[in-house]
T-cell receptor, first 115, second 115 residues
Framework: KQEVTQIPAALSVPEGENLVLNCSFTDSAIYNLQWFRQDPGKGLTSLLLIQSSQREQTSGRLNASLDKSSGRSTLYIAASQPGDSATYLCAVRPGLNNQGGKLIFGQGTELSVKP | EAQVTQNPRYLITVTGKKLTVTCSQNMNHEYMSWYRQDPGLGLRQIYYSMNVEVTDKGDVPEGYKVSRKEKRNFPLILESPSPNQTSLYFC??????????????FGPGTRLTVL
């Protein structure tokens, strides 16, 4: 059974630091992996979607990488800002083909960026 | 504005009293899904629907029902709610591409308390 883990559960950094959030999954048979941001009391906002055939995706100060063989993805945030404070979740689409609608989430990393 | 809406946003009820949480999207998405979010457990998928009249179980379907009679709506029904269904519920939608789901868009969440 596919399991997704995010470590650490919480992270506090000073403003301006570059940081890396980790996501690991137990079964390398995934179709894609998605990173989300969740603000307190709000829904989830999609940040980046990486297909299994891709190694990385970039959007602004965010860069997500995927290493299927090792079951890992990282979300790199450059020059962190207080506005980046939120919970970051990763989710995997299990399976080797793009069929079906299952999505398995990690528990999230709560990020706090101090001014 | 493209969005996923959920109603109600907050609900307090008592054990055994049937309730429905509505979800509606205006993006003509084929796929819709329900999740619950609990501290320490992350988001877990309850049910999903690949299209009208097509529904399937996620990881935690027990105690819930869904229906998909129209493309835009995907209500979540709790026939006999119990305290262990106290949670934050999210609805999400997505286009279906080549049989699978794409980037998901989430509603704002419904906080349910069952006494």
């Amino acid at each position: 059974k596919q399991e997704v883990t995010q470590i650490p559960a919480a992270l506090s950094v000073p403003e301006g630091e570059n940081l890396v959030l980790n996501c690991s999954f137990t079964d390398s048979a995934i179709y894609n992996l998605q990173w989300f941001r969740q603000d307190p009391g709000k829904g989830l906002t999609s940040l980046l979607l990486i297909q299994s055939s891709q190694r990385e995706q970039t959007s602004g100060r965010l860069n997500a990488s995927l290493d299927k063989s090792s079951g890992r993805s990282t979300l790199y945030i450059a020059a962190s800002q207080p506005g980046d404070s939120a919970t970051y979740l990763c989710a995997v689409r299990p399976g080797l083909n793009n069929q079906g609608g299952k999505l398995i989430f990690g528990q999230g990393t709560e990020l706090s960026v101090k001014p | 504005e493209a969005q996923v809406t959920q109603n109600p946003r907050y609900l307090i009820t008592v054990t055994g009293k049937k309730l429905t949480v509505t979800c509606s999207q205006n993006m003509n998405h084929e796929y819709m899904s329900w999740y619950r979010q609990d501290p320490g457990l992350g988001l877990r998928q309850i049910y999903y629907s690949m299209n009208v009249e097509v529904t399937d179980k996620g990881d935690v379907p027990e105690g819930y029902k869904v229906s998909r009679k129209e493309k835009r709506n995907f209500p979540l029904i709790l026939e006999s709610p119990s305290p262990n269904q106290t949670s934050l519920y999210f609805c999400a939608s997505s286009f279906v591409v080549a049989g699978g789901i794409n980037e998901q868009f989430f509603g704002p969440g419904t906080r349910l308390t069952v006494l």
